[in-house]
């Protein structure tokens, strides 16, 4: 089974600082992963992802992620957080099902609160 | 059009109720998903339809019942539902082959 952990329950970072959401992989085969985002009572919004190519990968508002095969993670990074950037934060795994469509599974989720 | 559009955005309902979620998009996307989600955890996948077949069922109980009227709709129809199924249901669409998936902003739901 394709799964992914995200071993931080929350990050606390300076606005301003550099912030470092972490999340590791286990997939058999290529991976592909995705990194969400989630504002409160709010659906999940679409950061970035890596099917192939480039290990650094470029997102929304600011956001990369590195892929790293031989440590099996991909970490989201912002050069520079704001306070806005506060919001849950899910790394996810996809499947391509054989009946068509895709199963993204999520990791727990990791709660970045950035702070002035 | 890039938006995923959930109705209602709240509902609350007794456990002798039936009622309906409704999801929509223009997209042409031809995969959609049902997903569950409790506050502060992942979501979790209940239903994927492709090309308006049932393709995945994840096990979820016959008190939920989805149904793909056609290529932009898909509906949850609930009955007699458990105080435990209140969370926020998440309806999603893509593209298919490599191609993200795009969320509404979700249904919450309260069983009394």
């Excluded at chain 1, 650094?56 to 993670?73: H, I, M």
């Excluded at chain 1, 704001?82 to 054989?98: G, H, Q």
């Amino acid at each position: 089974a394709q799964s992914v952990a995200q071993p931080e329950d929350q990050v606390n970072v300076a606005e301003g600082n550099p912030l470092t959401v972490k999340c590791t992989y286990s997939v058999s085969g290529n991976p592909y992963l995705f990194w969400y985002v989630q504002y409160p009572n709010r659906g999940l919004q679409f950061l970035l992802k890596y099917i192939t190519g480039d290990n650094l990968v470029k997102g929304s508002y600011g956001f990369e992620a590195e892929f790293n095969k031989s440590q099996t993670s991909f970490h989201l990074k912002k050069p520079s957080a704001l306070v806005s950037d506060s919001a849950l934060y899910f790394c996810a795994v996809r499947e391509i099902l054989t009946g068509g469509g895709n199963k993204l599974t999520f990791g727990t989720g990791t709660q970045l609160k950035v702070e002035l | 059009d890039t938006e995923v559009t959930q109705t209602p955005k709240h509902l609350v309902m007794g456990m002798t109720n039936k009622k309906s979620l409704k999801c929509e998009q223009h997209m042409g996307h031809r995969a959609m998903y049902w997903y569950k989600q409790k506050a502060k955890k992942p979501p979790e996948l209940m239903f994927v339809y492709s090309y308006e077949k049932l393709s995945i069922n994840e096990s979820v109980p016959s008190r939920f019942s989805p149904e793909c009227p056609n290529s932009s709709l898909l509906n949850l129809h609930l009955h007699a539902l458990q105080p435990e199924d209140s969370a926020l249901y998440l309806c999603a669409s893509s593209p298919g082959g490599l191609g993200k998936l795009f969320f509404g902003s979700g249904t919450q739901l309260s069983v009394l």
